[in-house]
């Protein structure tokens, strides 16, 4: 189990966190994360001990289609998950026989892949499953037999965070891609911040993505820091944090547009404000309320300098 969590660096931030959400459902996307490395470890154990003998020939059937090894154990996690998931929501006894039929139907279908269709195409909704769980078809592998068999469409990409990448981007990359993994730990930090209220746990979230980015993938520094930015907008008690973020922003990665550069300064005005440096932040808006007064300026740079100025100013009122 142990192997299993360190495999998957995405979570380790939520790990670390533990002992404060005991007790707590934790889903990051759509994914319970501790489901998602028991599974892991469960095959990566049969597949050790070649128990049930299937097992092994279907994970060499994946990897000869070009899966590597985390994706092919997807793939096989697929056909567990659904036995585990019974058993813990419905209290329905493992079905060895389903499983190892499964497992089979994966090693088919990698062989040949148009045989699952013409299984599916054959067999009846009402007919008994070709699984032999003793089910009928609809109630059993009638919607498992429809998986895709293209490595390309099990890219290890979590729902929710921000778009480090596309899809289509995570599909042909490495399974270590430090992109990639941006892109999950972003959602480890959304789930942190919103669906367990532990925002301190996000924010050294963002930390660690901050860490892999400077070590890995230096074009994604400057995302990582817009997104500690706008997260400590949301989170007055970060206030130090999203300065140095915007600080480094604007120094390290400049942007050519003005919009771009005028609503990062507002950003540090805002946290200068909240650390009590009001006059400073003042002088950011009226710089960037002298800018937009320009003729040439843009309409829509306007039209966002006047509202922010504008809900600045209503705050400093509130504040006396």
Not at 229 to 254: S, T
Request: glycine residues 4%; hydrophobic residues 40%; contains cysteine.
């Amino acid at each position: 189990m142990l192997a299993a969590m360190e495999e998957h660096r995405e979570f380790h931030p939520l790990w670390n966190r533990l002992p404060l959400h005991i007790g707590k459902e934790v889903l990051v996307g759509d994914v319970n994360p501790f489901l998602h490395v028991y599974v892991h470890a469960i095959i990566a154990t049969q597949l050790d001990r070649a128990d049930p003998p299937e097992i092994t020939r279907s994970f060499q059937a994946l990897v000869q289609r070009g899966f590597t090894r985390h994706r092919a154990v997807h793939v096989i996690g697929h056909a567990l998950a659904h036995e585990i998931d019974g058993m813990l929501k419905k209290n329905e006894p493992y079905n060895e026989v389903r499983y190892r039929s499964r497992l089979l139907f994966i090693q088919i279908g990698c062989e040949d892949p148009t045989a699952l269709r013409r299984l599916v195409r054959r067999t009846g909704r009402n007919d008994p499953c070709p699984c032999r769980s003793g089910m009928k078809f609809k109630r059993c592998c009638q919607e498992f037999l429809q998986l895709t068999l293209d490595p390309a469409d099990w890219a290890p990409l979590l729902g929710g965070g921000t778009p480090y990448c596309s899809y289509d981007y995570a599909a042909y990359a490495s399974d270590d891609d430090p992109v990639v993994l941006l892109q999950n730990m972003s959602a480890v930090a959304l789930a942190l911040d919103e669906r367990l209220e532990d925002p301190e746990g996000a924010l050294l979230c963002f930390q660690e993505m901050l860490n892999i980015a400077e070590q890995r993938s230096h074009k994604m520094i400057g995302n990582v820091l817009d997104d500690i930015v706008i997260f400590c907008l949301n989170h007055n008690e970060f206030a130090r944090q999203g300065l140095a973020a915007v600080e480094r922003l604007l120094k390290e990665f400049p942007s050519d547009d003005p919009l771009d550069t005028v609503s990062s300064e507002l950003d540090k005005a805002d946290f200068l404000t909240r650390l009590g440096h009001v006059e400073e932040a003042r002088s950011i808006y009226e710089r960037a309320l002298a800018l937009a007064a320009r003729e040439d300026a843009d309409s829509e740079l306007r039209e966002i300098v006047q509202n922010r100025w504008e809900f600045w100013r209503a705050g400093q009122v509130e504040a006396r």
